[in-house]
């Protein structure tokens, strides 16, 4: 069976799951839980500096949007960081690292921006045997009003100071996690990276509201009829998320650095694909508050299956795998060309792949055949574009078929071509220069 | 002498009350919010639904479902009368499963369609109950049409019609409005009066004066409706029901199903309704299910529908059928009624004769069984009585037996429209009515302001 346990800038982990640094991680009696649901590490929710604890809203600190069946798509929140005691948090850290060797147990941490808090606080970190620490530049409310979280996190400058500090204070490896609200996730990373430190998370969460309450007109979470942007979470950010640490991963500046993915990761093919575009571990949250810690038996297995299906080994097989394959739009096939095909015995005949296709794009499908309700693909017209696989409510029903070298493309009447031609030399490209005859 | 269910012959009381009240609950309870709005998830919103092309009014159905998802269920409502205003009742009463359900692709996809009746009563109860009207009378148009019967058909043309200002008087023979939908449908399809609720919901249009107690042919003439109004609507329902042609058929305890349903539906005490307690019920269609199920429903001990075809030729629908075994009805197929054995003017018994197909026609195999049973219903059919309507000087053209309509509902008279089950080449669904009333008048309001 595959082997999944971890080794992410030396810390060791059963497995590659661990806990995000949220509500489910703030305090021994739930990440006990976790750890004994199997969850193969943890990243303990931030602690702030030394004095009084900061104060949350005591109204709804969460919102959410939902799809069919009210499934939980995105999530947000206006929480801050712990809200409980520094010496509490060190004291159960401590007690829960010496129960659980085998677990990982990184301290989430956010201080004000100076070298003297983060020298005051690191010794204390340390001195709980935690593995390592994640530095939260990525809070995107509350926090980042007082010139924390992604305030800190928004300026690559920062960003590489105090990870500087960091590294220069403690032994423990440091994460450094990245807000997302910023327009090139690369910057803060390279800034990161050139700052010393050993990984990167991400993403934090994303600015947003979830809602307006039309009957007073309050954003949601709404708090006394008002409201804040929140951090956005859950399956609905994953594709962001993926995209963010893809471009870490690729960049060459960047390229090795390790990555912890985050990003609504709610199954074993989630983690598997946020892996395979180089993340050694994954953070989950939402999925937990949404379905409990149970969850993680369903990832383990299924990315142990996965990789025996596939014969990957170790994680080292998997991680990265997909990162070369990530390009610029300018380097894809010109010459590719795939057709739409729906499998009459699997169509149930819904109609709406027609029209998806009809009304917002080409034209592609029929809605009737001899005069009989029937949904085919008009090749002749089909670009292949792939709307209606994405609106069609069965599963494998629609696929999208590459024509094979030789073959007529009937939409242009030309054969498809075996050679790869990219935009880079195609001749609609002003950019392309005419070769000397 | 033997109590309650026991009592041998024709007895009330055969149950208690409470028991009574409890077998003639809702069929199908309404949805709650959450159940309607889980179920409304699963409407795929299909292009050029099946289900709206199977509904004979051609609601827009997954409109209807997108509206109750999203939080709009008055919307919903209202797309649901604009294509059809007894959408109440038909929400209660459409055999969904052989209409829209049958053709939902989730039936075709996982066996499972999308409660489509139960939504369209969550919908429509929303609305009423909030007391919610959708339409307004236009200005009068200072034309007058008489509708000949109460139900689902004259209903739908009256408020269509109303809807146009045109002054509408409706004459209907029964005290009371709704058709069938008061006298005719099982007693747990439509609780609570609903069928009076709705008739209310329906004339509060406006417009629309009823005369309850006045029959063509005995009050009234064809002749009087033409003279008087600029158009007048027929749908009078059927008035006949079909004779077993069995010998010895006018034993006390052989009835028409059809009444006793209506009795039923009319009682205000349920538990005081006589019921054999072996029942024989003769026919293969809704009526026949509705009787045999009331009859157990009110503490019949045995009973049994025969049919004289097999069950794939019965009309009443395979989940009519199936509530039928379900509540401990027998169903016999290949069953023809012969005789019925009666004594001292009592029936007490039924001799049935095996059937079989024979070259595609239906034959007498000889050999013959007999049931007992102090109560015999006849559900084999309704007939339309052409007396009332040609009797008086008129000559409307017949077909098969019922009115012949063209396309929009036009008799061979003129200014004379027909719909519901009175004309010919229906289906005998409430719905079916609905839409012919509602297209009736249509043409009505064209013919009428061309």
Redesign the interface.
């Known amino acids: 069976m595959a082997d999944i346990r971890s080794n992410f800038v030396g810390i060791k982990s059963p497995n590659p799951f661990w806990l995000a640094s949220a509500p489910p991680t703030d305090k021994a009696y739930n990440v006990e839980r976790a750890f004994k649901a199997g969850w193969g590490g943890v990243v303990w929710k931030t602690l702030g500096e030394e004095g009084p604890p900061v104060v949350n809203v005591n109204g709804p600190r969460y919102g959410a949007i939902w799809g069919?069946?009210?499934r939980l798509l995105g999530f947000n929140n206006i929480e801050l960081i712990t809200d409980r005691d520094l010496w509490v948090n060190l004291r159960e850290i401590k007690e829960v690292k010496r129960k659980w060797p085998d677990r990982a147990v990184v301290v989430s941490l956010m201080v004000p921006c100076e070298e003297e808090a983060w020298k005051a606080i690191l010794p204390l970190v340390e001195d709980t045997g935690a593995d390592g620490i994640e530095l939260n530049f990525g809070c995107p409310h509350g926090m980042s009003e007082r010139g924390m979280g992604s305030a800190v996190g928004q300026v690559p400058e920062y960003v590489e100071m105090v990870v500087r500090w960091c590294k220069q204070n403690t032994r423990m490896p440091v994460i450094t996690k990245l807000t997302p609200n910023v327009t090139d996730v690369r910057k803060p990373a390279r800034a990161a990276h050139a700052g010393g430190t050993d990984a990167v998370s991400l993403i934090n969460t994303i600015n947003s509201i979830t809602a307006v309450d039309l009957d007073n007109f309050a954003p949601e979470p709404s708090i006394d009829g008002k409201g804040t942007h929140g951090g956005y979470c859950g399956p609905a950010v994953k594709p962001i998320a993926m995209n963010m640490v893809a471009e870490i991963a690729r960049d060459p500046e960047t390229a090795g650095l390790p990555i912890s993915g985050i990003g609504g990761i709610t199954t074993w093919r989630d983690a598997a694909e946020f892996m395979a575009l180089g993340s050694g571990t994954v953070q989950v949250c939402t999925a937990a508050m949404t379905y409990g810690f149970k969850i993680v038996e369903e990832m383990v297995e299924g990315l142990k299956t996965w990789m025996d299906d596939k014969g990957h080994a170790t994680l080292d097989d998997v991680v990265g795998r997909a990162v070369p394959n990530v390009t610029d739009w300018q380097y894809l096939n010109l010459n590719y060309i795939a057709k739409a095909r729906i499998n009459q015995d699997l169509c149930?005949?819904?109609?709406?792949c027609?029209?998806a296709c009809e009304d917002t794009s080409h034209q592609a499908i029929t809605?009737l055949v001899n005069g009989a309700?029937r949904f085919e693909v008009i090749e002749e017209e089909c670009v292949g574009c792939n709307l209606c696989v994405n609106v069609c409510?069965?599963e494998g029903c629609i696929t999208m078929e590459p024509l094979a070298a030789g073959s007529l493309d009937k939409r242009t009447g030309e054969p498809v071509q075996s050679v790869y031609a990219n935009w880079t030399t195609h001749p609609n490209n002003p950019a392309v220069r005419v070769a000397a005859e | 002498m033997a109590e309650g269910q026991f009592k041998d012959g024709i007895a009330s009381e055969r149950l208690q009350l409470a028991e009574i009240a409890e077998n003639f609950a809702d069929l199908h309870p309404p949805l709650d919010h959450h159940e309607a709005v889980v179920e409304a998830d699963r409407c795929y919103f299909c292009y050029d639904a099946p289900c709206m092309q199977a509904c004979p009014t051609s609601i827009d159905i997954p409109m209807f479902i997108r509206q109750i998802a999203t939080g709009n269920p008055t919307g919903s409502a209202k797309t649901i009368f604009d294509q059809n205003i007894l959408g109440g009742m038909c929400a209660r009463v459409c055999p969904t499963e052989t209409l829209c359900e049958e053709v939902c692709v989730r039936e075709v996809a996982e066996g499972k369609p999308v409660q489509i009746g139960r939504l369209q009563r969550y919908a429509t109860d929303t609305a009423m109950r909030a007391g919610k009207q959708f339409y307004e009378r236009a200005k009068p148009s200072g034309k007058t049409v008489a509708i000949v019967g109460a139900g689902p058909a004259g209903l739908a043309c009256a408020h269509r019609l109303a809807r146009y200002g045109h002054d509408v008087t409706v004459f209907e023979a029964k005290p009371k409005s709704g058709g069938l939908n008061e006298y005719g449908i099982a007693a747990y399809k439509t609780l609570d009066d609903f069928a009076q609720a709705e008739v209310d919901y329906v004339t509060a249009i406006g417009g629309i004066a009823t005369e309850n107690g006045k029959a063509l042919g005995r009050d009234f003439a064809l002749a009087d409706l033409t003279g008087r109004y600029d158009a007048v609507f027929l749908g009078m329902g059927l008035a006949g029901v079909n004779a077993l042609r069995a010998e010895g058929e006018e034993a006390d305890g052989v009835e028409d199903a059809v009444s006793f349903i209506s009795e039923l539906r009319q009682a205000d005490d349920l538990s005081k309704l006589p019921v054999g307690r072996r029942v024989v019920v003769i026919g293969g269609g809704m009526t026949a299910i509705d009787a045999a199920v009331q009859s157990k429903l009110l503490g019949a001990e045995e009973v049994t529908i025969c049919y004289r075809r097999g069950k794939e030729h019965m009309n009443a629908s395979e989940f009519e059928q199936d509530l039928a075994a379900a509540n401990g009805v027998t169903i016999r197929h290949w069953l023809q009624p012969r005789r019925v054995i009666a004594e001292g003017g009592k029936v007490s018994g039924i001799e049935l004769e095996y059937t079989m197909l024979e070259d595609g026609k239906l034959t007498g195999r000889g050999e013959t069984i007999r049931l007992a049973a102090d109560q015999v219903f006849k559900a084999i059919g309704q007939t339309f009585d052409a007396g009332p309507l040609n009797g008086s000087g008129n000559l409307i053209a017949l077909e098969g037996g019922r009115i012949k309509v063209d396309e929009e509902g036009r008799t061979s008279l003129p200014n004379v429209w027909a719909g519901g089950d009175c004309i010919a080449g229906g289906d005998d669904l409430t719905v079916s009515a609905v839409a012919q009333g509602r297209d009736a008048a249509e043409s009505i309001n064209r013919a009428l302001m061309g």
């Open positions: 069919a069946d009210r149930i005949k819904c109609g709406r027609h029209i809605s309700r409510p069965v």
